[in-house]
């Protein structure tokens, strides 16, 4: 059988345009999980395991509720939706802890149908104040075939001190094949404010590529709590203001029924 899980090696790009401008670009690379394959992966590989120390792991407390047993939450957010995946794959884009440390800005799902459609995406955002929120969202009929992303969200998570809850998302891309890629705006009143995009090419998922891309980046995930505090001293000498933390959201989920066709900006 055919592996699903792979390496993807690429970069991650954000672009703020108002009220100053502000552009980063960083070289990164994500591991896209098959759930049903993780086990297998942790027994074959030498530099990667789950739920134990390695070069590279994967842990469940670092998703969902932190509870472990991942595709149960997920399959529990879909019947939510509206949505049986009838035991379809569960394909987690997120990068893994390096040498046990991780932060992961955004996690993506990208869920299936047995017969391989794109049913649903979930995403994943976790913030620098330790607080998860996933927003989970049915990919319409006309999409599923050809695996296309076409969606939004209103903001429910606070997580830059650099931006307000007045917003929301509109997300944009493809289920990853031999190329990834996701482009996520956020929009205010005013129009987009900020652009994210994330572009990478696939990559076996094996002991050589684990060791070619963490040789390439070391320290990846000690990096990208680095450069966020980085950039977000450069917000802060441009003279972008700070906003005021809200209460959280009541429910950690947001959950979009099937029937619901929210395609923001289409």
Known sequence: MTQASALYRGRVMHRRLRPKTH??????????????????????????????????????????????????????????????????PIRLLTMPRVLGYVFNPISLYYCHHTDGRLAAMVYEVTSTFGIRHAYVIP????DQRHGLIRQ?????????????????????????????????????????????SMAAERQKLDDRQIAAATSAIPLMTFKVVAAIHYEALNLWLKGVRLTRQPPRAKT???????????RLGR
């Open 152 to 196: 939004g969200s209103a903001k429910a998570l606070y997580v830059s001190p650099f931006m307000g809850m007045e917003m929301d998302y509109r997300f944009r891309g493809h289920a990853p094949g031999e190329r990834l890629d996701m482009t996520i705006d956020g929009l205010d009143a005013a129009g987009v404010l900020i652009t994210a």
């Open 23 to 88: 552009q980063l670009n960083y070289r990164v690379f994500w591991l896209l999980l098959d759930l049903a394959e993780i086990d297998d992966l942790d027994k074959g590989l030498r530099l990667f395991s789950r739920n134990r120390f390695n070069l590279l792991s994967f842990h469940d407390a670092d998703y969902g509720d932190g509870s472990g047993a991942l595709r149960p939450q997920v399959e529990a957010w879909m019947r939510l939706a509206g949505i049986d995946l009838d035991g379809g």
């Open 252 to 262: 950690p989920v947001t959950i979009q029924k099937q029937a619901q066709d929210s």
């Open 139 to 142: 990919v319409p009929a006309e």
